[in-house]
């Protein structure tokens, strides 16, 4: 049943800044979704959230993540080696998987997630508004979620029909626009501005896949699909809501602000939600007096400004520079100059900074509540949120990256121990397990004498006498300690790593594994150490200049009796990046043509334990594209310590076990220009979903045959999910598990 109301395409396309198109598409939008809640959609969201804390469920305990028990228990089981043919390392411009498999565009930037919007057309590009119900741009961490259709909620079983959550972290922008590579943001206009700020934010897709082909399908017609964006209306919750440091002009009283940005790394809770994270937000916030630069602060923010890379006079997106506006109210691009203007916090927009670097918690299947900023996770570059395994009775810990060169790696850890009866218990399940625990730092050590490899959790606390009686920093509170985490980081000496981007939990034994992508600065500003421990030149580099940790590393942990309460825990290096034909101090993991690899980044533990490795590489690029492999770890301490090249010396460093390719191998690889990044699947191991953000040349445009995403006469590259399946429809990377077929 659907309600098709037509849209006219004159105005979806209308790149005029026509106010009466923003008040149309609403309105219209409203009737809809108005009628799809009576027709039962959202009646059954109303159940679901009423049944909060007292769900269905009787297990004892709920299964370590999303999947749970499938129904072909002797082919879902852990694979013994992975045995699909590798792909080859390639430059082209063209998506490759492994022999066996196929692959298709399931959406693209652009593409319309409402029955009623035009496709997208690359001669007549929609407006910003219709972005509100379009596919964002440079898709980035997805979770598939299965949906239980009876119910309307959440199941972890199902396979066939589910919600795809994915981010979209930034801008195409000489894409983006109707005038394309023209594009000057000195000149930027509003409808510009409108499409930049709904292009961020994450999407929320139905799905539904055929049981006999795998086949996917996008349900354009479910009430589940939707867009959050760069303006969307959410609150704090947490010990931060309410705080000075986050009130607007917007928010008064700090409880409220709109949009999230910059949404890299993802994460997903065992209740059923969504966890987006704000990586890089102070790229698109101005510090600017009209013309005059920026403004003047006390020594105590001031320090907070710098350290979280917010320069007087910055310019930001210059979203801010719409002054005029015809189709929203000016304030929603003032806010994006985060400069003093009014009398106080409360009169202008000074605190913008402030109102972004945390974990969102967005509930997939509540289309009625605000999403919710989790302040009590601190506030930094979030690149990835994982949870702990969820086993009932303890607590909860929450693993996450600061993406910046030298930054740190954080755990919160909730106050209350898990209770699987919270399943589908929305944002209330959120508020009993992300408002009240503690956050800490990790700082690693290693004894080069005994071969010890230990590290220590510091706790963000005022308790701490480092933060309490830090030189640099004043801390009020604790919201500050929050909003300001990694001032307290510096403070309580943490260890500096070589920009901490994904983590994944290991089912099997709840170890935590982060991607160090690289950092050219290891070994210059930031000194080596044994859990950074290269520093070398590219091999076919001619000038053989150092530039630090050219190819990163994947560092794992386990806390000490494995209780994510833990304040210890031990550690070792699991994977080194590095190029086949690398010297050995720097190819120290043996990595060979089927599985070498640079720049790890996204990455993700599937419930059998597979581990998926992305790239987002920029040095290895001359010989092939980013990439997927697949990897069967083993566990920390299981293998022996290293020597590694750190400049003109070398560094000691406790190094995992060597997977041969029967346990690390390349899966796919991307086209030219793009990153690999984002992955999840079925719960049945069918189908694989991965990002490719940013592409060059013209994909997938160049891949027609493996197109379902639709739009018109299109040569621009477009930032896309693909889906992949087995030709057979088999069990994916479970070959190895297989009778051998005669
Ligand atoms: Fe958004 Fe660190 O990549
Ligand atoms: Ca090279
Ligand atoms: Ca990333």
Redesign the pocket.
């Known amino acids: 049943m659907t309600d098709q109301i037509a849209f006219n395409d004159d105005y979806d396309s209308n790149t005029s800044g026509n106010p009466e198109f923003h008040q149309l598409f609403n309105q219209q939008m409203s009737r809809r979704d108005l009628i799809k809640k009576t027709a039962g959609g959202a009646v059954a969201l109303t159940l679901a959230a009423s049944l909060t804390g007292c769900s269905d469920n009787d297990e004892e305990s709920t299964p370590p993540s999303i999947p749970a028990t499938p129904n072909e228990p002797d082919l879902t089981a852990t694979p013994k080696s992975l045995t699909f043919k590798p792909v080859d390392k390639n430059t082209l411009e063209q998506f490759t998987v492994a022999e066996g498999y196929d692959f298709k565009v399931l959406h693209a930037v652009g593409d319309p997630l409402h029955p009623s919007l035009p496709v997208w057309d690359e001669n007549n590009i929609p407006s910003g508004v219709s972005y509100e119900r379009r596919v964002g741009d440079n898709h980035d961490g997805m979770t598939f979620f299965g949906l239980n259709t009876s119910k309307q909620n959440f199941d972890a079983t199902v396979s066939d029909t589910g919600l795809l959550v994915m981010n979209h972290e930034y801008l195409q922008r000489d894409d983006l626009h109707p005038r394309g590579s023209i594009f000057d943001q000195d000149d930027i206009t509003e409808d510009e501005v409108i499409r930049e700020v709904n292009s961020h934010g994450v999407s929320i897709v139905a799905i539904n896949k055929n049981p006999e082909t795998q086949e996917i399908t996008v349900d354009l017609n479910s009430p589940f699909n939707r867009r959050i964006t760069a303006a969307t209306e959410m609150e704090y919750r947490g010990p931060v809501r309410g705080n000075t440091l986050v009130q607007t002009a917007f928010s008064p009283d700090g409880t409220k602000t709109r949009g999230t940005i910059n949404n890299c790394g993802n994460g997903y809770t065992p209740w059923g939600t969504y966890l987006t994270t704000e990586e890089n937000f102070n790229q698109y916030l101005a510090r600017q007096k009209d013309t005059e630069g920026g403004d003047v602060r006390d020594a105590n923010t001031e320090h907070a400004l710098k350290r979280y890379k917010v320069n007087n006079g910055a310019r930001g997106y210059n979203w801010q520079s719409i002054r005029n506006p015809q189709i929203f109210t000016p304030d929603y691009f003032s806010r994006w100059n985060t400069v003093i203007s009014g009398a106080s916090e409360q009169e202008d927009y000074r605190n913008s900074i402030n109102t972004f670097g945390w974990i969102v918690e967005i509930d997939p299947f509540d289309n009625r509540s605000m999403p919710v900023k989790r302040t009590a996770l601190g506030r930094f570059a979030h690149e990835d949120c994982r949870a702990s395994r969820a086993i009932a009775g303890k607590p909860l810990a929450f693993y996450m990256g600061d993406d910046s060169q030298g930054e740190y790696i954080y755990k919160f850890v909730s106050d209350t121990p898990w209770n699987p009866t919270d399943v589908n218990g929305g944002y209330a399940a959120g508020d009993k397990y992300m408002n009240n625990g503690k956050l800490y730092v990790a700082q690693f050590d290693f004894n080069e004498a005994t071969g010890e490899a230990k590290g220590q959790w510091l706790e963000l606390s005022l308790s701490n006498p480092k933060i309490a009686n830090y030189a640099e920093y004043k801390f009020a509170d604790r919201a500050d300690i929050l909003v300001n985490a990694r001032i307290a980081a510096d403070a309580a000496g943490a260890t500096k790593m070589d920009r901490p981007e994904w983590v994944a939990v290991n089912p099997h034994n709840g170890e935590v594994y982060v991607t160090l992508t690289n950092n050219s600065q290891r070994g210059s500003a930031h000194v080596i150490d044994a859990a950074n421990p290269r520093q070398y030149s590219?091999?076919?580099d001619t000038t053989n200049r150092l530039r630090g940790n050219i190819n990163g590393h994947v560092i794992r942990f386990r806390e000490t009796g494995d209780d994510v309460t833990a304040t210890s825990f031990t550690w070792d290096i699991f994977l080194f990046g590095a190029?086949a034909d690398s010297i050995p101090g720097v190819n120290l993991s043996g990595l060979t043509d089927a599985n070498d690899f640079s720049s790890p980044d996204g990455m993700w533990f599937d419930d059998r334990g597979v581990l998926w490795l992305q790239t987002d590489d920029g040095?290895?690029t001359?010989?092939t594209n980013c990439m997927m492999l697949a990897a069967l770890p083993g566990s920390v301490s299981d293998g022996s310590v290293q020597t590694a090249t750190a400049g003109t010396g070398t560094q000691k460093t406790p190094m995992g076990a060597k997977l041969d390719d029967s346990k690390l191998r390349r899966f796919l690889v991307g086209p030219a220009g793009c990153e690999i990044t984002g992955v999840t699947m079925t719960p049945d191991y069918k189908a694989i979903f991965v990002n490719v953000q940013h592409p060059g040349g013209t994909w997938p445009a160049n891949q027609a045959e493996h197109l379902i995403s639709t739009g018109r006469a299109y040569s621009r590259p477009r930032s896309a999910t693909v889906v992949i399946t087995r030709k057979d429809g088999g069990v994916i990377a479970g070959e190895s598990l297989e009778t051998p077929k005669a």
């Open positions: 590219d091999d076919d190029e040095a290895y001359d010989t």
